[in-house]
């Protein structure tokens, strides 16, 4: 009983979405110096919309289903090569579902602290957790944060593991991480078109697993000071992003770049591991995550990679005296640790896999 009171308490002390309703930020979320973001658009601080200027995301325009394959290759791969990302729109998933989805997992943490403590939990492993920060019990900074992660492939094994409430949410999150994943599928088919490999190069083992990640990230007192995620890469082959208030940043050139949220549109980014299989033919793009003194801002994330015994190393194809291997044979498990033991940290994550 007292454990269990004891628990409970350090719960309401983590989850930032029940505990935290202060006016200055607690000293141990205080970005150090050298990692606090500058520049700030003021829409983060007096309104929930970004407005930056000079601004133009890459998009792929799907046509409903109706699209030029050639064209639409060349420009996911312009995309990814000149921005490391694209916003996808056109996709066949409608915005009902999209609203419903984003709907559900932003109720999730509006609800009373008892309906989420219960999957409150600071490890890797289970099939679902609630969380806050990265890895909350072993880090120095703590980021702006709360999170409900859950496995969702295949479907019909998953969502007996789901949250009951809000009740709508396993119908939701069912009908909609079965068409995020077909549609991951047909981006990856896509690009293994575009790689010269055959059209299913990534089904199997590589693409076996899917998890969704509600991302909560509660108003905080002050954007200047914090993040919401730290700089890192997916540990995904393919994420696709639903968001709909700013506060995603990614870097290009060197600058840290918003990206405006566009209606009905996903963010599709590329993973490590994806890049350490296409040996940096297509590269995983740094991002981060700013927080919002105005609003929360929830995100649903669908990440699509390998299972854990999966062997990683530079396709064949594309492979040869010119492009050489840039990493070692490794499985999906021994990437996953390095990049948690780094804190997400993407220059730390890949040492031990680099060969050059
Ligand atoms: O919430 C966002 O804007 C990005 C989330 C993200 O980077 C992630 O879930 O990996
Ligand atoms: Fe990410």
Same mark, same amino acid.
């Given at each position: 009983?007292?454990?269990?009171?004891?628990? %409970?308490?350090?719960?309401? &002390?983590?989850?930032?979405?029940?505990?935290?309703?202060?006016?200055?930020?607690?000293?141990?979320?205080?970005?150090?110096?050298?990692? +606090?973001?500058?520049?700030?658009?003021?829409?983060?601080?007096?309104?929930?919309?970004?407005?930056?200027?000079?601004?133009?995301?890459?998009?792929?325009?799907?046509?409903?289903?109706?699209?030029?394959?050639?064209? $639409?290759?060349?420009?996911?791969?312009?995309?990814?090569?000149?921005?490391?990302?694209?916003?996808?729109?056109?996709?066949?998933?409608?915005?009902? &579902? &999209?609203?419903?989805?984003?709907?559900?997992?932003?109720?999730?943490?509006?609800?009373?602290? #008892?309906?989420?403590?219960?999957?409150?939990?600071?490890?890797?492993?289970?099939?679902?957790?609630?969380?806050?920060?990265?890895?909350?019990?072993?880090?120095?900074?703590?980021?702006?944060?709360?999170? !409900? +992660?859950?496995?969702?492939?295949?479907?019909?094994?998953?969502?007996?593991?789901?949250? !009951?409430?809000?009740?709508?949410?396993?119908?939701?999150?069912?009908?909609?991480?079965?068409?995020?994943?077909?549609?991951?599928?047909?981006?990856?088919?896509?690009?293994?078109?575009?790689?010269?490999?055959?059209?299913?190069?990534?089904?199997?083992?590589?693409?076996?697993?899917?998890?969704?990640?509600?991302?909560?990230?509660?108003?905080?007192?002050? *954007?200047?000071?914090?993040?919401?995620?730290?700089?890192?890469?997916?540990? $995904?082959?393919?994420?696709?992003?639903?968001?709909? !208030?700013?506060?995603?940043?990614?870097?290009?050139?060197?600058?840290?770049?918003?990206?405006? *949220?566009?209606?009905?549109?996903?963010?599709?980014?590329?993973?490590?591991?994806?890049?350490?299989?296409?040996?940096?033919?297509?590269?995983?793009?740094?991002?981060?995550?700013?927080?919002?003194?105005?609003?929360?801002?929830? $995100?649903?994330?669908?990440?699509?990679?390998?299972?854990?015994?999966?062997?990683? #190393?530079?396709? #064949?194809?594309?492979?040869?005296?010119?492009?050489?291997?840039?990493?070692?044979?490794?499985?999906?498990?021994?990437?996953? %640790?390095?990049?948690?033991?780094? +804190?997400?940290?993407?220059?730390?994550?890949?040492? *031990?896999?680099?060969?050059?």
């Amino acid at each position: 009983m007292v454990d269990a009171q004891a628990k %409970n308490s350090a719960t309401v &002390m983590r989850l930032l979405s029940d505990g935290l309703n202060c006016r200055s930020v607690p000293h141990s979320y205080i970005q150090p110096l050298e990692k +606090r973001p500058t520049n700030l658009p003021s829409s983060l601080i007096s309104s929930p919309h970004c407005n930056q200027q000079n601004y133009t995301s890459p998009i792929v325009d799907l046509e409903h289903g109706r699209f030029d394959r050639a064209k $639409t290759i060349q420009q996911i791969f312009k995309a990814i090569e000149e921005f490391g990302f694209f916003q996808l729109i056109n996709h066949g998933i409608s915005k009902e &579902m &999209m609203g419903e989805a984003m709907s559900v997992g932003r109720e999730f943490f509006e609800m009373p602290m #008892e309906d989420r403590e219960k999957l409150y939990c600071d490890g890797f492993e289970k099939p679902v957790k609630v969380a806050s920060s990265v890895v909350y019990d072993r880090e120095d900074v703590h980021y702006w944060r709360d999170s !409900l +992660r859950h496995v969702c492939y295949p479907v019909e094994e998953s969502t007996h593991f789901w949250p !009951l409430k809000p009740p709508k949410y396993r119908e939701v999150v069912a009908a909609y991480s079965e068409k995020v994943r077909a549609l991951a599928l047909k981006l990856l088919e896509l690009i293994a078109d575009g790689l010269g490999l055959k059209s299913n190069y990534f089904d199997g083992e590589l693409t076996q697993m899917q998890t969704i990640l509600v991302n909560h990230y509660p108003q905080c007192p002050d *954007p200047s000071l914090t993040l919401g995620l730290p700089v890192h890469k997916d540990p $995904t082959l393919i994420t696709l992003l639903l968001q709909d !208030l700013f506060g995603l940043q990614v870097l290009k050139d060197g600058e840290w770049m918003g990206v405006q *949220p566009l209606p009905g549109a996903f963010v599709v980014i590329l993973g490590f591991p994806m890049q350490i299989i296409c040996n940096d033919k297509l590269k995983a793009v740094e991002h981060r995550v700013l927080t919002n003194s105005s609003t929360a801002r929830t $995100t649903i994330t669908t990440q699509v990679f390998p299972t854990k015994d999966c062997t990683l #190393e530079p396709i #064949e194809e594309l492979i040869d005296d010119q492009n050489p291997p840039k990493y070692r044979t490794l499985t999906f498990q021994e990437y996953f %640790n390095a990049h948690m033991a780094a +804190r997400l940290d993407p220059e730390e994550t890949i040492k *031990p896999f680099k060969l050059h």
